[in-house]
């Protein structure tokens, strides 16, 4: 079904009103970020949305979400509304089920593979000094943050790691251009084993406040430990 869209010979004003509307209803609707493509597709062929005119609609919601709670931003796979963070930690009251916690091995490796990539399972050890525990690298798999991209052409053809539009999404990322740089590590096969990586708890999308209670990661993790004993204590991953 084709939404309504005003008459061209309308009051411009008028038509930027109408797409702010139907913008921004569909941005809180819609569960995944929506590219300007797609929402310029709600209005049906005949409607002739031009995607500079989505853009212009995107610009005054952004605007408008000065002295709001949230904001909308453009991540990997679209535009979405999110919470800022200043209000972040009062709004993560609403979720009541324990969060899953990522221990320090876990969050070192997804460091590796996003500042690294593409990267060898093999690559990841000798960096980190110990070995990588395969029900890690399944979690990671599982929330479809990694994924193997290609194969080392060394013997043996070892798969190779790199990350996802799930996990720029997630962090709140456009491109891996964004990720924060490392200034206190300039050479990262230097580095000692269990270097230390703090991710900030990423922006929550509004859409999936009542139902995403694993929406940040935890950057608590155990002191030292080895990758057996952290990666599979329950419920850290």
Known sequence: MNLPYPNPDSDPAHDLDTLRRVVEAALLASPQPLTVAQLAALFGDGAAVETGEIQQAISALQ???DSRGVEL???????RYQVKLDV???VGRLWTERQTKYTRATLETLALIAYRQPITRGEIEQIRGV????????ALEEREWIRVVGHRDVPGRPELFGT??????YFGLKTLDQLPPLTEINDLPELEPQFPFDIAPPAVAAASLPHDPESSASDESPADNDDEAGDDAEPEI
């Open 88 to 90: 972040h930690p009062l």
């Open 73 to 79: 931003v453009e991540v990997a796979s679209g535009y």
């Open 131 to 138: 070995g990588v525990n395969a029900n890690m690298i399944k």
């Open 164 to 169: 996802t539009k799930a996990f720029l999404d």
């Open 63 to 65: 605007a408008d979400c």
